[in-house]
Nanobody
């Protein structure tokens, strides 16, 4: 069993930056690909970034490519999402997830989410 807890969300202005953290406890997450997903009001949850178990490979949705960076520290069982140049369209609940599949398909574990609101 893996417990994931996100933190770092908040209310920011357009163009600001935020860093989300996802702390894992229980089973080590070093065997999992880790991803960040988000869900905006009235929209379906979308995958925005994934990092391989070793951290050697990363993927991003087009909507965040060049602005967001995913990293992980397996020694700390923590995954991060650095978000720069935030836009109002980035407003959503952000979820961390752990997956045994490549590209973070069908995650086995989810966090509870953290709200990010970008105000114009």
């Amino acid at each position: 069993q893996v417990r994931l807890v996100e933190s770092g969300g908040g209310l920011v202005q357009v163009g600001d930056s935020l860093r989300l953290s996802c702390a894992a406890s229980g089973r080590t997450v070093s065997v999992f690909a880790m991803g960040w997903f988000r869900q905006a009001p009235g929209k379906e949850r979308e995958g925005i970034s994934c990092i391989s178990s070793s951290g050697g490979s990363t993927n991003y949705a087009d909507s965040v490519k060049g602005r967001f960076t995913i990293t992980r520290d397996n020694a700390k069982n923590t995954v991060y999402l650095q978000m720069n140049s935030l836009k109002p369209d980035d407003t959503a609940v952000y979820y961390c997830a752990a997956s045994l599949a490549r590209l973070c398909v069908s995650p086995s574990y989810w966090g509870q989410g953290t709200q990010v609101t970008v105000s114009s």
